[in-house]
């Protein structure tokens, strides 16, 4: 008996059939934007542990993403986000079969002092200033178009935190 063959991994966005794409998780992102700052994060744990991003996380069963998107800075940062708008939305796929869809939103303002949790550390960062060294390979691409207020929808594929191809409309 032959040995199976190796499962081809997608490396280009153009292998993955995305209208019948289904992510293993859904989750948000959520970044507070005022006075030419942004509220930014260094993640403490989970996936991107290291890394500068927005507050987010996992939307949970029977939660909207805006649900999500505000209690996940509740959670990370202590500070409830105000005025909250969706962006866009990333459709990641890894090449360990790991899959996330991201739904994207900005907030105008937040409510309480941001301060460090057992997840993150908060760092307001000015617009012009933004480490994009420090964060995910992608973030440059599509935050820019997020803070100009240009809709988004973006797919991408990552070998663990390396950006393969992507693909943003």
Known sequence: MAPEAPLRVPRRVAEIDWSAW??????????????GEILLIRKKRGLGAGKINGPGGRVEPGETPLACAVREVQEELCVTPTGLVARGE?????????????????????????????????QWTPLDAIPYGEMWEDDEIWLPMMLAGTPFDGRYIFDDDKLLDYVID
Do not use: M, N
């Not at 289904?22 to 006075?35: E, I």
């Open 90 to 122: 990333h459709r990641f796929q890894f090449v360990d079969g790991y899959s996330i869809h991201v739904h994207v939103f900005t907030a105008e303002d937040c409510e309480g002092e941001a301060r460090e949790t057992d997840e993150a550390v908060p």
């Open 22 to 35: 289904k992510p293993v998780d859904v989750a948000t992102l959520c970044f507070v934007v005022r006075d």
